[in-house]
Structure formats: C-alpha cells, structure tokens
C-alpha cells in the first residue's frame, strides 16, 4: 500500500492496485463522523464505440445504455441494492456523466458491511427482458420530463451546435427511441467490458483505518472471478473546426427569450495536469471578462441585456473541452454580438490586469481549499481525475503557479471566430432573428 502526504493541506492518501486491476484509494478523515464510498468505471454516455472484452469486432450501441446500466444494478436477482444499504444505516445512489459511471453511499456505522455491500451489487449483475422492458417505459418518463425543460433544451442545444453527429450531443440517458434497441445482451456486453476491474476505481474517504478497510476490500475481490483484463478500444467520431453549426433558435414556452454561446476547443486529447491547467485558465478567463465584478458584466447589467440568470462555465472532461455563456434577455442577436466582441477582443481588455488577476486567484485558491472540507467533493472529484492521470490535492499548487501571461496564451488559442456558435429560445410566435 502506497502512501503520500500532502503537509500543506495535512492529507494522506494511501493506495494500491489489486490483482485484478482494480484501483484502491483510501482518505482517512478521522476528525469526521461519515464515510463516503465511491465506485466508479471509466464508462459514460459517449462510450457507444468499443470492441467488446471477449471479442475482435467494434460495434456500436444505444445511445443511453450507461446510464440505463446504472438504473439496472441497483435491482439484483433476489435483493434490492438500496434495501442492504438501509439495512446498515446507508444512504445509496449513483450517478453517470458523459464519460463516467459512479456509485456510492454515505454512513456513520457499519463501514465494512457497506463497502462490501457497494462491491458486492456493482459486481452482481442481473438483466432479464421483463426488468429491460419495465426500465425503458420509466427511462422514457424521464427523457420527455427534460425534453420539456428549457434550460436542458438550451445546454444540448449548444452542444449539437458544436458537436454534430457526437454522443456528447445526446442526453446522457439517450432518446424514447435509442433506448428501445436495448437488450439484456448488450448491457451484459457493455457490462463485461466496461466494469471490469481493471477500468474501475474504489474511493473510501472518512473515518477508517485505511489497514483494516484495505483488508476489506481485498478479502471482497479476492472471493470473485473476472475475465482477463485487456485494453478497451473505443471510438470517437472525428470533431473539427469545419462541422461546428454557428447558430439555431427554437421556439418554446418561455417567459423571455434565452441565449447559450459556447466556445469549442479543438485539442481534445487533454490529460492529467494539463487539462487540469487549462480548467484553471479557462475558468480564470471566464471569471476575469464576465466575473460580477467585470466591467462587462456591469454594463451588460446595467443595460438590461442579462439578467441574474447571467452564467458561464468552462467544461473539460475525456476528449472534449468548452466554453458556454448564457443568459435570459429580451435581446438574444445584440447580446450574442456584445459577448463575440468581448470574447474577440480579449486581447485589449481592460479587465485582464494583474492587480485582478491576483484576486481572482487568490479567491480560487480559498474556494478550492474551502472545497476540501466536504468528503463528498473530494471523493467525486478524486475519483474522476484518477481516469485521466491527475491529482486533486496538486491542483492548489498548479492555481498558485498559474500566470496572466499563461491566461492569455489559452485566450489566443481559444477564442477565435470560427470555433464559436450561438443557441438561442425565442419565445413561442417570436419572429426569427
């Protein structure tokens, strides 16, 4: 068991590597009376490209089917997953994002049953065509219930706009009619290959001795049989430049009209400490141009163009990052300009000083800090940057060393005409702009 302590935030992370593959990762908290415990495998929505674990053929999938997956363990053969968590005085649930599939539960008392108990019916599968078919009439309740949400139509509206053709631009739960062609086959398929050991990790963050939950987890793998680990082939369609659509308005019931400009960044293959840098830069960006204390943001305020519903976000995950800016207005075409002006126009900004600069870092370094007393953070966090090679507890050092000079070499490498588009709601009758 490998361990390394982190002085200046006083943690100590001890991990391991099973036999069978599978990534260990303990956190000891014991001034905490929770424990949070996270399973996860490298398996999201846009993994609809593979070549099975037992095969030599790639095929293609669902859209849908890991989150479909998901909803699927909780029921085993004879036992239901969030019943044996009630049993030990757990809460239970499980998440799936483009790239990732978790599942985790949170007590104060019987940490050795629980976390054999999130092992165990992770790693008990049972699909049947009677359980299949009950799962896609309530899957389906869900997708028409976002379908119906503006703010939802908005978000995968842009992402269409810049990611045609992509499974990044499908609801992580797929469509009414992708998750018809699921079979219990094929969730056995995606199953074998993706929740192999080998392509999982365990996070246990809280109060254990990490000795003894070690011995725990290795006493619960060692009692179960897995096929041979192999790398997974996976596929992604090529994304450029040239097939991003610049612009698309809807119309749909709402009170006023609302507007999503997304930047695409085009160097997708991002990993580890880099893509963590270029999270950093991004957001820092983001913050300097449209921060509430930005003169941008005060004057698109004052003149009524945006609204508090005003919001932007940088997004980077496994083969894809972008920039999304939105906001409610009665002027989506003049707010769609005044933002490409000052997204092009960077370079000249008033706002990018270095007197701003440091306190906007400083204010990311106390918020990252902050976010280290909450073992939900880190255990999700954690878990999902272990995939692409990086570390949370170094990304405090990597905002400190980060510069304003390293803020504008990513701005002249983002923002650029071309790799922009617009998503636009328009109220229902609104004439086209």
């Given at each position: 068991?490998?361990?390394?302590?982190?002085?200046?935030?006083?943690?100590?992370?001890?991990?391991?590597?099973?036999?069978?593959?599978?990534?260990?990762?303990?956190?000891?908290?014991?001034?905490?009376?929770?424990?949070?415990?996270?399973?996860?495998?490298?398996?999201?929505?846009?993994?609809?490209?593979?070549?099975?674990?037992?095969?030599?053929?790639?095929?293609?999938?669902?859209?849908?089917?890991?989150?479909?997956?998901?909803?699927?363990?909780?029921?085993?053969?004879?036992?239901?997953?969030?019943?044996?968590?009630?049993?030990?005085?757990?809460?239970?649930?499980?998440?799936?994002?483009?790239?990732?599939t978790?599942?985790?539960?949170?007590?104060?008392?019987?940490?050795?049953?629980?976390?054999?108990?999130?092992?165990d019916?992770?790693?008990?599968?049972?699909?049947?065509?009677?359980?299949?078919?009950?799962?896609?009439g309530?899957?389906?309740?869900?997708?028409?219930?976002?379908?119906?949400?503006?703010?939802?139509?908005?978000?995968?509206?842009?992402?269409?706009?810049?990611?045609?053709?992509?499974?990044?631009?499908?609801?992580?739960?797929?469509?009414?009619?992708?998750?018809?062609?699921?079979?219990?086959?094929?969730?056995?398929?995606?199953?074998?290959?993706?929740?192999?050991?080998?392509?999982?990790?365990i996070l246990?963050?809280?109060n254990?001795?990490?000795?003894?939950?070690?011995e725990?987890?290795?006493?619960?793998?060692?009692?179960?049989?897995?096929?041979?680990?192999?790398?997974?082939?996976?596929?992604?369609?090529?994304?450029?430049?040239?097939?991003?659509?610049?612009?698309?308005?809807?119309?749909?019931?709402?009170?006023?009209?609302?507007?999503?400009?997304?930047?695409?960044?085009?160097?997708?293959?991002v990993?580890?400490?880099?893509?963590?840098?270029?999270?950093?830069?991004?957001?820092?960006?983001?913050?300097?141009?449209?921060?509430?204390?930005?003169?941008?943001?005060?004057?698109?305020?004052?003149?009524?163009?945006?609204?508090?519903?005003?919001?932007?976000?940088?997004n980077?995950?496994?083969?894809?990052?972008?920039?999304?800016?939105?906001?409610?207005?009665?002027?989506?075409?003049?707010?769609?300009?005044?933002l490409?002006?000052?997204?092009?126009?960077?370079?000249?900004?008033?706002?990018?000083?270095?007197?701003k600069?440091?306190?906007?870092?400083?204010?990311?370094?106390?918020?990252?800090?902050?976010?280290?007393?909450?073992l939900?953070?880190?255990?999700?966090?954690?878990?999902?940057?272990?995939?692409?090679?990086?570390?949370?507890?170094?990304v405090?050092?990597?905002?400190?060393?980060?510069?304003?000079?390293?803020?504008?070499?990513?701005?002249?490498?983002?923002?650029?005409?071309?790799?922009?588009?617009?998503?636009?709601?328009?109220?229902?009758?609104?004439?086209?702009?």
């Amino acid at each position: 068991m490998n361990k390394v302590h982190y002085e200046a935030l006083n943690e100590t992370v001890y991990t391991e590597v099973l036999d069978n593959g599978l990534q260990v990762v303990l956190i000891p908290k014991n001034k905490y009376s929770k424990t949070y415990g996270i399973f996860t495998t490298d398996f999201g929505s846009i993994d609809n490209q593979f070549v099975p674990i037992n095969g030599d053929k790639e095929i293609k999938i669902p859209d849908g089917i890991a989150h479909f997956l998901e909803h699927k363990l909780f029921e085993g053969e004879d036992h239901d997953a969030f019943e044996d968590f009630a049993k030990y005085g757990a809460s239970a649930n499980a998440f799936t994002s483009f790239t990732r599939t978790s599942y985790l539960f949170s007590a104060t008392d019987n940490i050795p049953e629980n976390t054999n108990s999130l092992l165990d019916f992770v790693q008990d599968p049972h699909f049947t065509e009677e359980g299949t078919e009950k799962e896609k009439g309530i899957i389906a309740q869900e997708i028409r219930m976002y379908e119906d949400n503006p703010g939802w139509q908005l978000f995968y509206g842009l992402l269409r706009n810049l990611y045609p053709e992509h499974p990044l631009s499908v609801d992580i739960a797929g469509t009414v009619d992708s998750i018809q062609e699921i079979s219990p086959e094929l969730l056995q398929i995606c199953y074998d290959t993706f929740y192999h050991p080998s392509n999982m990790n365990i996070l246990m963050i809280g109060n254990f001795a990490p000795e003894e939950m070690m011995e725990t987890i290795k006493q619960n793998q060692a009692g179960k049989t897995f096929l041979p680990a192999k790398p997974i082939q996976r596929t992604l369609p090529p994304t450029s430049i040239q097939n991003i659509i610049p612009y698309k308005a809807i119309e749909m019931d709402v009170q006023r009209p609302k507007v999503m400009l997304g930047v695409k960044g085009l160097d997708a293959d991002v990993t580890g400490n880099q893509a963590e840098k270029y999270k950093i830069y991004g957001s820092l960006l983001l913050e300097l141009l449209f921060g509430r204390s930005s003169t941008h943001f005060i004057e698109l305020y004052d003149n009524g163009l945006i609204d508090d519903s005003f919001g932007y976000s940088f997004n980077l995950d496994r083969s894809f990052h972008f920039m999304a800016i939105e906001s409610d207005t009665e002027e989506p075409k003049l707010l769609e300009e005044k933002l490409k002006r000052i997204l092009l126009e960077w370079e000249a900004d008033a706002n990018l000083t270095n007197e701003k600069f440091d306190l906007l870092k400083k204010s990311m370094i106390g918020e990252q800090l902050q976010a280290f007393n909450s073992l939900e953070y880190i255990a999700n966090h954690y878990s999902t940057l272990l995939f692409s090679g990086a570390e949370l507890f170094e990304v405090v050092p990597l905002i400190e060393e980060t510069s304003l000079e390293d803020i504008r070499k990513f701005a002249e490498g983002y923002l650029k005409e071309q790799s922009m588009s617009t998503y636009v709601i328009l109220q229902k009758g609104a004439k086209q702009q």
